[in-house]
Each structure stands twice: as structure tokens, then as C-alpha cells.
């Protein structure tokens, strides 16, 4: 067992720690009050490589590992989560994707300007009546004679969906199969009957740009089918255990930031004549979160290793994201009641970590889901 990094790892590692200090962390107040899209950050990111870690050169990408993709979205949610949430999409539910299902003249089309950070992608799965119980999309994709399809219906929760140059939509081209009724389809937002709704005033992540899409008579040419047709719903499900990887690596980058700032704090802010991290109920809060930020930490390396050994993952990605995020929420919340009344004010980014820390308990999968697909996974019933 190694529990050691390769110098390339280490490189990515190091770049997006670069970036996470000096540009993201001093302007990270800023876009969360505003809830602005940070655009020439999200640039950045791209020109370093960090928008397409896991995709070849050749497709515009840093040609890295899953091990480095973890190491480099850790870093970036540990100076805001937003910024790791926008890059998630980019590098893995879109690009990853495309790079898994797509034909060579898709990989050549789409994958290149979202690998480089050019043009922003998103995921269109939820629907508002259908979220955990994905199948229940009504978004229609009528088959046409020349094989090509016409889209009609309405997606929300879109991350990014404000500004996507290029979505992977996912829609129901035959209701009576179900799962197997599913197609992906590559969106062009700028071609006709496509339109972004209102977007969702949300508690955290604020940054990151949620909206609602709508499709009317979009047409789909034939070579914009993502996979076969029928095979979207397995497509969903196979890009979201890659995504659940990146999730996982954002909730230990908030818990990181959390934690670091606690042991900073304890040490300096005194009661009683003493420093407080002296007393034994913050001491047990400090192991407490030290325990569960490591135990996340570990148990998503795990995930991404087994991911870059070509084997399933499923159940790493769901053990993965379910221990990272339910620790990141406990993990902020103690770190709130450490600094007492500065964790409660905006002076500080720790209710900012604690508002942040919550959506990676529901997106690309809750946490009762992961539990149902854990527990599915290790019994075989259904
Ligand atoms: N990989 C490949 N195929 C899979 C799969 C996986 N991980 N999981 C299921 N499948 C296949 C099954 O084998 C089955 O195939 P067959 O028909 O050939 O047997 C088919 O998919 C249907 O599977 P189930 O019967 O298990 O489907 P289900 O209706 O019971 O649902 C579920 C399973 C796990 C609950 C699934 O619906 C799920 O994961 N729901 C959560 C959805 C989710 O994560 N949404 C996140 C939205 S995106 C987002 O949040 C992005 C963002 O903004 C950042």
C-alpha cells in the first residue's frame, strides 16, 4: 500500500493551491455575497489545466489521473466550494461523459473548449416534479424520421445551467420502458428552443450559477446523441458515481478549511486565562473533526484509486461521498461553534463553509441515495 503521491500529482496539487490562495480565497466574500459567476477565475483554472485534469492532451485536457482530479478540487472548495462545484461539472459530468460514451467527432467537438476553461458545460438530469427518482423525468425527445430528435421540457437545478455553452441533457425518448426510455443528448445552447428560466436563490455555493432550462422544439441532430438511444439513464448513473468522486474531494476541501481555521483560532482566542484550545470539551471537538476529515479523505483517495484501475467504483464513489459530506457538515458546524460569535458572523468565512457544506449532502445524489445504492450494491436486493 502507497500512501504516497506521484510527482505529477503533486504538481496539479500544487498549481491549484496556487491558484486557490491568490486569486480564489481573497475574492471568494465577494462572489458568495453577490452571488456573481466568477468567470476570469473559472478562465484561470482552465489556462492551468484544471478544467479538464482527467482529459487527454490531445482533447485539450491535463492528461492526469483521478487521484490528481481529487487533490486538485480539494484544494479549490478549501478556498470556495463554488469555484470546485463549477469545475466538477466541467471536468467530470460533462467532459468525463463524453470522453466515456461519446464518438471520436464528439470528443473532437465538445470536449476541447470545456477542457481549457474557454466555455462553461452542465448536466440536465432533475426535473422539478423528479430529483432522487431520476426516471420520473417527463422531458420528451421525439425520434424524427431522419433520426433526429425534438426536445421538449423543463430542467432545473442546472449548475452553471446561466451560462453552458454545451449540456448533456438527458430525456425520456420512450415512457413505457422507463430507465431503458432514456437518451443523452449534447445540447448547443445557442441554437434555437433552448431557454434558461429563473434561477434559484440558493443557501450556499452561491457563485455557482443554478437556473432552470426549458426546450421547445429543440431539434438534436442525429450525431448529437450521446451513446445509444435507451442507454442515457446508465450513462447518468455511470458519469454521477465519477461525479460523487468530485463531490466527496469538495466537502474535504471545506472540511479542511473548517478545521485548519479552528486549530488557528484555538490556539489564539483565550477564556478563562487560557487559550480555549486548552480546555477538554474543544480538544474532543478537534480530534472529533480531525478523525472524520481524515477517515473522508481516505476513503475518497480509495474511490479514485479503484476508479483509475479501470474497476468498478460505484460503492467507493457512494461511501466516498456519503462520509465526506456528512463530515463536512458536522465538521463546519463545530468549527461555527468553536469561533462562537465571529463563527456566526459574515467577518469570518466560517458560516460561509457551514452554508456551503449542506448541498453536498443533496447534489448528485442525497445521502439516503447513497445509502440505498451502498446498501443495494453490498446485498443484491433491490
Ligand atoms: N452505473 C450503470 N448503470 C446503472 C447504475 C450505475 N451506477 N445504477 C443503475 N444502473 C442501471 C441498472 O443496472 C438498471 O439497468 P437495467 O435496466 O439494464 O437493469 C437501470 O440503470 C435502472 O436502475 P435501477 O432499477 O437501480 O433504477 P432506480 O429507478 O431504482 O434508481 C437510483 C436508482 C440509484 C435511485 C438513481 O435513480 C439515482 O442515483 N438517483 C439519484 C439521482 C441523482 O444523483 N441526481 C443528481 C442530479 S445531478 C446533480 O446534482 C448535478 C449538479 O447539479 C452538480
Not at 486557490?20 to 473559472?42: C, M, T, W, Y
Not at 455555493?205 to 448529437?224: G, K, L, N
Not at 463536512?328 to 468549527?335: K, S, V
Request: charged share 25%; net charge negative.
Amino acid at each position: 500500500m502507497d500512501f504516497g503521491f506521484s510527482e505529477e500529482q503533486l504538481m496539479i496539487q500544487d498549481a491549484a493551491r496556487r491558484i486557490a490562495q491568490e486569486k480564489i480565497a481573497p475574492s471568494a466574500e465577494h462572489f458568495d455575497r453577490v452571488g456573481e459567476f466568477p468567470l476570469e477565475n473559472i478562465r484561470l483554472l482552465g489556462e492551468n489545466g484544471l478544467m479538464g485534469i482527467e482529459v487527454p492532451v490531445e482533447y485539450g485536457g491535463a492528461g492526469m489521473d483521478p487521484i490528481a482530479y481529487v487533490l486538485a478540487i480539494i484544494e479549490i472548495a478549501a478556498a470556495d466550494a463554488a469555484h470546485s462545484t463549477i469545475m466538477s461539472v466541467n471536468n467530470s459530468l460533462f467532459c468525463n461523459g463524453i470522453l466515456k460514451f461519446g464518438t471520436e467527432a464528439q470528443k473532437q467537438k465538445y470536449v476541447r473548449e470545456i477542457a481549457e476553461g474557454k466555455e462553461i458545460a452542465a448536466f440536465a438530469l432533475t426535473e422539478p416534479q423528479s430529483g432522487s427518482d431520476a426516471t420520473a423525468m417527463r422531458c420528451r425527445a421525439q425520434k424524427q424520421a431522419d433520426g433526429s430528435y425534438v426536445i421538449n421540457g423543463k430542467k432545473s437545478w442546472i449548475t452553471s445551467g446561466t451560462v453552458a455553452k454545451y449540456i448533456v441533457l438527458f430525456a425520456m425518448s420512450d415512457p413505457e420502458k422507463g430507465a431503458r426510455g432514456v437518451t443523452a443528448f449534447l445540447i448547443d445552447t445557442t441554437q434555437p428552443g433552448f431557454h434558461r428560466g429563473k434561477s434559484e436563490p440558493k443557501l450556499g455555493i452561491r457563485a455557482s450559477a443554478t437556473c432552470e432550462i426549458e426546450f421547445t422544439d429543440y431539434v438534436v441532430p442525429v450525431d448529437a446523441v450521446l451513446g445509444a438511444e435507451g442507454q442515457g439513464f446508465k450513462i447518468a448513473m455511470g458519469v454521477l458515481d465519477a461525479g460523487r468522486i468530485g463531490i466527496a474531494a469538495q466537502a474535504i476541501g471545506l472540511s479542511r478549511a473548517a478545521y485548519e481555521a479552528s486549530i488557528a483560532y484555538v490556539k489564539e482566542r483565550k477564556a478563562f486565562g487560557a487559550p480555549i484550545g486548552t480546555f477538554q470539551m474543544i480538544q474532543a471537538k478537534i480530534a472529533d473533526m480531525k478523525c472524520k476529515l481524515d477517515a473522508a479523505t481516505l476513503l475518497t483517495l480509495r474511490a479514485a484509486w479503484v476508479k483509475s484501475q479501470d474497476k468498478p467504483f460505484a460503492t467507493e464513489a457512494s461511501i466516498a461521498k456519503l462520509t465526506a459530506s456528512e463530515s463536512a457538515m458536522w465538521i463546519t458546524h463545530q468549527a461555527v461553534q468553536i469561533h462562537g460569535g465571529m463563527g456566526y458572523s459574515k467577518e469570518m468565512p466560517l458560516e460561509r463553509y457551514f452554508r456551503d457544506a449542506k448541498i453536498t449532502e443533496i447534489y448528485e445524489g442525497t445521502s439516503e441515495i447513497q445509502r440505498l445504492v451502498i446498501a443495494r450494491n453490498e446485498t443484491g436486493l433491490r
